[in-house]
């Protein structure tokens, strides 16, 4: 008896995915645990391994295709024994009745197409007769070029017609909208008004968006629009932090360990959560989460976007620890190969750019975390050490706080107490 092949839930979140490769073909025998595709969901690129034994009879969705809801069948499993080509694959499910019509009511025409009297932006052309509002530079251009004003979109404040809606009358093409940007989902932040604009007439080429870009262009909006920001920024010495990462490293390099100063950040912000319990919550409502576990998300760049793998209980566990964890989610990261609980959750995050040479930023708040912490690259500075002039190793870290559930002096404490951790690093080792 044939076996349907569904698309699996491969995160709580997940409704639907792209299924990005099959691994086998129709005829393979597969056993359970054998991998049968890579499945792009909004959060990484996943392999699905095969539960049951049999042979792939057939292949229903064919790779590289969006939007595929979870739940639907994907391929056709046929018994050991049983004649795979004489497998049917699953008949297509009706559509949806909100799709068609409701019942016992007639369906709603289809909308009217737009017209070339519809502006780029939505707003009507004016009709004959009306004013035309237009610019004095616009008028002369098309008085000089023969444009009937009345048939021109405008594509200034309040449909106002200017130079470039003239100018691209008869001409090179006038910028326009993607027409195929999506509209946000009801439940999500609404994205910015108004169609997204490109000049056709420079070069280019328009790239789909994986559902990784999708979901990060989500929740940074929704962090943006819906999260009350309050940056606070320290500039901390590193001079003993790395001359004990030095020391640190030489003698853990029988064991193939090799600390980053990320590392050692890493550690550093967690311990002081865990000393400031403030700034170690989510706002929920009309509830504060407090947390009694620092577990520190870490922003790693990836071919396809931007993930943030976790070190769990990064105060207590020890540095070389923090280390060997590091690399291997890093790298996982990489190749697309996280398991969902290994990036979803944390109680705060780290965006180390100093190794792309930037001195200071602030970073975007990773919901429904409350903090991140932004760290800058180190670098020699003038510096006052004990009432002196000299020349110390400094960074800057900007703290960027959910202002709703943390107050400025409590962040402005974490920060205090980050940058003594960083300065006095013993403390870190016990």
Not at 84 to 89: D, P, Q, S
Not at 117 to 131: I, L, S
Request: proline letters at 7%; charged letters at 20%.
């Amino acid at each position: 008896m044939s076996t349907e092949i569904k698309m699996p839930a491969l995160s709580p979140t997940m409704e639907e995915g792209t299924l990005a490769r099959w691994l086998v073909k129709e005829g393979d025998s597969v056993k359970s645990g054998d991998l049968l595709a890579e499945i792009e969901t909004d959060k990484a690129t996943m392999e699905f391994e095969a539960v049951d034994e049999g042979v792939i009879a057939r292949i229903v969705v064919a790779e590289g295709t969006d939007g595929v809801k979870v739940g639907s069948v994907i391929a056709v499993l046929a018994d050991e024994g049983e004649d795979a080509g004489a497998v049917e694959a699953p008949k297509a499910e009706p559509a949806p009745a909100a799709a068609t019509a409701e019942a016992g009511k007639p369906s709603e025409p289809a909308p009217a197409p737009v017209t070339a009297a519809k502006a780029a932006n939505g707003a009507a052309a004016p009709a004959p007769g009306d004013r035309i509002n237009a610019s004095p530079l616009a008028r002369r251009i098309a008085e000089a070029k023969g444009v009937d004003l009345s048939a021109v979109a405008g594509s200034g404040p309040n449909g106002r017609i200017v130079k470039a809606d003239v100018e691209g009358v008869g001409g090179a093409p006038v910028p326009r909208p993607f027409a195929d940007v999506a509209a946000p989902a009801a439940s999500a932040p609404a994205a910015p008004a108004g169609p997204v604009w490109f000049d056709e007439s420079i070069p280019h080429e328009a790239e789909k968006l994986s559902n990784i870009r999708k979901t990060i262009a989500r929740r940074l909006t929704e962090a943006k629009q819906t999260i009350p920001h309050i940056y606070l920024t320290v500039d901390v010495r590193l001079d003993a932090l790395l001359k004990l990462r030095g020391e640190l490293n030489a003698s853990l390099e029988p064991r193939d360990v090799k600390l980053s100063v990320n590392d050692l950040l890493i550690k550093a912000l967690a311990v002081a959560l865990m000393q400031t319990p403030k700034c170690n919550v989510t706002f929920a409502g009309d509830r504060l989460i407090n947390y009694h576990r620092a577990d520190i998300s870490v922003a790693v760049s990836t071919p396809t976007g931007l993930i943030t793998p976790i070190i769990r209980d990064a105060a207590t566990i020890g540095l070389a620890s923090i280390s060997t964890q590091m690399k291997e989610l890093a790298e996982r990261a990489k190749q697309g190969k996280l398991q969902p609980h290994e990036y979803q959750g944390g109680t705060a995050s780290i965006s180390n750019m100093g190794m792309f040479g930037i001195k200071q930023f602030d970073a975007v708040i990773n919901p429904p975390q409350g903090m991140i912490l932004a760290v800058g690259a180190g670098e020699k500075r003038p510096f006052v050490v004990d009432d002196a002039l000299g020349v110390a190793t400094v960074m800057s870290a900007t703290g960027s706080f959910d202002h709703r559930a943390i107050d400025g002096a409590d962040g402005a404490a974490l920060m205090q107490l980050f940058k003594s951790l960083v300065e006095a690093p013993f403390g870190l080792l016990v």
